[in-house]
């Protein structure tokens, strides 16, 4: 069975940091992309970072760059976001997602992590 596995979620103070990991096991096929992306309460989902297996680049999202960090470790199929100098804006729960080669789509999904930025 497919599954992304994250950790690392928490609270933090403004202008903290956290580290979110993600896990991958059981994949079928081989990953084209993994990503990070966000759903704060009564928000749409929205995309935060990804980065390719092939090492072409990372990809993020306006308000996180500079502050967001993806990276990979491809023998582990395994995704983490450094995130620094937090915002309460970032407060959401954090998901990590897959795309595999045949379908190029994020079609595993994790379970999600709970981010929250508060003084």
């Known amino acids: 069975q497919e599954q992304l596995r994250e950790s690392g979620g928490g609270l933090a103070q403004p202008g903290g940091s956290l580290t979110l990991s993600c896990v991958g096991s059981?994949?079928?096929?081989?990953?084209?992309?993994m990503g990070w992306f966000r759903q704060a309460p009564g928000k749409e989902r929205e995309f935060v970072a990804s980065?390719?297996?092939?090492?072409?680049?990372?990809t993020y999202e306006e308000s996180v760059k500079g502050r967001f960090t993806i990276s990979m470790d491809n023998a582990r199929n395994a995704v983490y976001l450094q995130m620094i100098r937090l915002k309460p804006e970032d407060t959401a729960v954090y998901y990590c997602?897959?795309?595999?080669?045949?379908?190029?789509?994020?079609?595993?999904w994790g379970q999600g992590t709970q981010v929250t930025v508060s003084s």
């Open positions: 997602a897959a795309a595999t080669e045949s379908t190029r789509t994020y079609d595993i």
């Open positions: 059981g994949f079928t096929g081989d990953i084209y992309v």
């Open positions: 980065v390719s297996v092939k090492g072409t680049g990372a």
